[in-house]
């Protein structure tokens, strides 16, 4: 592909903002319970809150710093600004002028200053003075009071004063911040004729009584904001003599990174909102003026207190894994058939009772696993801990560069070296994205292994909440090839061939090129070829030209991209074999799966890897190949086809660029391939 058909490309952080457009759209769905409405739209706002940490800061750092030789200039971080202003425009659109009122309707109301009866005010007054104004410390800035340390993504009030102050100066800024340890949204305990549900933002209850943290002073404009901060951890690995107390140093830090975005009111005056720019050395564009609380996020917790199951997705109990029986040991089960667990439609509960039997099995002599996100209060860590507690030889890869799980990670590494487990955390400037699981056993005169590999991590929490595909095995070669990866994380030392598995930063790239291309000369000699990519994201160029050059011999692909997707639709002359959906659902859309075919020769392969070019050239990723046909075609049916024909959650990309949603005709029966998965394993079919 020329540099000019590279151009053509899609921007990866407008497509990021793109996706999150989808999500909202979510938010706007009345077919949608309405709470469940809310959390999309707290959704959108915690994906753009590590949009700017992450992506913004990249490009606004570069631009401070005058890099050359960068893709990021102040014209694409102008562009990336107007979206992200527009995107968040509508989403306080929609809180005010779609999602409050149909709460209202329903008996749910977030009350205004001016919406509050005499007893409620009262009731806030005294909240205020019990609860929240004990931990407010105002600051008038002066020379011996500079500017304060804003945290990260924090509450806060800025305040123009006029009058002198007890000593007779005239300082006219103060800064209230607010305690993260305050609840931000809080129910008004008083009944009410209609038995509403009636609360209050914490926003609004410091508002209508800040007057009262300056007396003697005369309150002018005010404001509250918010400032998002670059989150990425910086430390040199090559020159840290020990990782994680680099680390854990370097978490202290996080909360004060460099500024990139700063929300304000709609109703901050500009003298405040400038002064703000100035201090946290901000350009005009980073600024977000908004029409309600600066951090949706936090209206999760309106969710938690109203907790009316009628306004939520009805309760779905995931089955128990078909392809295993509970009253048989699932090594015996494993010997017989590898086994697929499909989840969330069924339950994470498969692997746990795979990792419980290796911990009670006293034939079981090692087991070792690897860490990403697993969370702060974890099973899988507990039987862990079991197994080195009960004298197996536990070697546990823990990633603690996980973004934003650092702390976690750090704490389960030190209670399992608490014990006795082997520790190692991966290899210095790679993050050990792999999830593979193998447990050693003593069978008669011989060392069997069994493996579990995974597109997902090992989270029971996540594990009800994305799509992924768990593989349990005890083929001689793939759990051969797992051992050597082990084997090379700990020791870091060359290994042999690979029989199955592809690793990444070493070949996947490679073997995925080598798959596209075979696909590709197939075409080229007259034999129709197939692939069908399922991922989050693809931004990596190199793939994506692959691609490009596959579909003009003659390639029909098929790319279900729930996020970013640098890749373009439709265009003729250069991608009209290509078509690219997205799937965004009740569930977040997690696993990725490779599909090539060559007449009648398939391939299919699972991964942990996105085709972004951080997960091919700076992640330990790994892809496996299913064997087995009969598992092969179920991935197809339930991962590929079923979301192939899916009218009802699609969005397919557009030749412009822009994603429209499928909606079903009229002689058509509407199909939402999670729900139709949802029946098929409620029913244990």
């Known amino acids: 592909m020329t540099t000019s058909a590279a151009q053509l490309l899609i921007d990866r952080d407008e497509s990021t903002l793109a996706f999150n457009e989808r999500v909202l759209d979510m938010a706007r769905r009345p077919n949608i319970p309405l709470l469940e409405r809310l959390r999309y739209l707290c959704i959108v706002s915690s994906n753009l809150d590590e949009f700017f940490e992450v992506r913004v800061a990249l490009h606004l750092h570069q631009i401070q710093n005058k890099s050359l030789n960068t893709p990021y200039s102040f014209h694409t971080y102008q562009k990336i600004s107007q979206s992200a202003q527009t995107l968040v425009g509508k989403q306080y659109k929609l809180f005010n002028e779609g999602l409050m009122p149909a709460l209202s309707e329903q008996g749910i109301q977030l009350l205004t200053y001016d919406q509050r009866s005499s007893s409620q005010h009262k009731w806030v007054k005294q909240y205020f003075e019990e609860n929240v104004r004990p931990l407010l410390t105002p600051v008038s ?133 400038q002064f703000l720019l100035q201090q946290f050395k901000l350009p005009e ?26 306004l939520l997705f009805p309760e779905y109990q995931p089955s128990f894994p078909i392809q295993m029986k509970e009253d048989e040991s699932i090594f015996h089960q494993i010997r017989k058939n590898d086994i697929l667990i499909h989840q969330p439609f069924e339950s994470f509960s498969g692997v746990l009772s795979f990792l419980r039997e290796a911990v009670e099995d006293s034939d079981v002599l090692a087991i070792k696993q690897t860490i990403y996100r697993t969370g702060s209060h974890s099973e899988l860590m507990e039987l862990l801990r079991e197994a080195v507690i009960r004298g197996k030889e536990v070697t546990v890869v823990v990633e603690i560069k996980a973004r934003f799980d650092e702390e976690a990670n750090i704490n389960w590494a030190e209670r399992l070296e608490s014990v006795g487990a082997q520790v190692v955390y991966g290899v210095v400037g790679l993050k050990t994205h792999a999830k593979m699981l193998l447990v050693t056993r003593r069978e008669g005169k011989k060392l069997v292994r069994y493996g579990h590999l995974s597109t997902g991590n090992y989270n029971a929490n996540t594990a009800k909440l994305y799509t992924d595909i768990s593989y349990l095995t005890a083929n001689l070669k793939l759990t051969s090839d797992i051992e050597q990866v082990f084997t090379q994380l700990a020791s870091q030392t060359k290994i042999n061939k690979l029989h199955h598995l592809w690793l990444a930063p070493f070949h996947l790239q490679d073997k995925l090129i080598e798959m596209v291309d075979k696909v590709s ?150 199909l939402s391939a999670q729900v139709e998965l949802m029946k098929r394993y409620r029913l244990g079919n």
Request: charged share 30%; net charge positive; with cysteine.
């Open 141 to 273: 800035l002066d020379p011996s009071h500079p500017f304060p340390q804003v945290a990260n993504k924090s509450l806060n009030f800025i305040v123009r004063l006029t009058g002198k102050d007890a000593f007779g100066r005239e300082n006219d800024i103060a800064i209230v911040k607010v305690p993260r340890s305050l609840p931000r949204v809080i129910r008004i305990p008083i009944k009410t004729q209609n038995n509403f549900f009636q609360l209050v933002t914490l926003s609004s209850v410091i508002r209508a009584h800040i007057k009262d943290l300056f007396p003697d002073r005369n309150v002018g404009h005010f404001s509250q904001f918010r400032v998002t901060r670059d989150s990425e951890l910086l430390v040199d690995e090559e020159d840290a003599k020990n990782l994680r107390t680099a680390l854990r140093h370097g978490l202290e830090h996080r909360q004060f990174g460099k500024p990139v975005r700063l929300e304000v009111s709609s109703e901050c005056s500009d003298v405040l909102s």
């Open 285 to 310: 564009e980073a600024l977000y003026r908004v029409d309600g609380p600066v951090n949706l996020v936090r209206l999760n917790q309106l969710i938690d207190l109203v907790r009316q199951p009628q």
């Open 521 to 670: 000369k197939a075409s080229m000699r007259g034999v129709k070829g197939r692939i069908i990519l399922k991922m989050n994201s693809l931004t990596d160029e190199k793939l994506a030209r692959q691609l490009v050059v596959a579909s003009q011999r003659g390639v029909e692909i098929d790319l279900i991209v729930r996020g970013a997707c640098i890749l373009p639709a439709k265009r003729p002359g250069f991608t009209e074999r290509i078509k690219v959906r997205s799937i965004i659902g009740r569930f977040l859309e997690h696993s990725r799966v490779y599909y090539f075919r060559s007449g009648e020769t398939e391939d299919l392969y699972l991964s942990s890897a996105d085709w972004m070019n951080r997960n091919m050239m700076r992640r330990i990723e790994l892809a496996w190949p299913i064997l087995d046909k009969a598992l092969r075609q179920k991935i197809i049916d339930e991962c590929l086809v079923a979301y192939l024909y899916d009218n009802t959650d699609a969005w397919e990309l557009q030749i412009d660029g822009s994603y429209l949603r499928i909606t079903p005709d009229t002689d058509e029966i509407p």
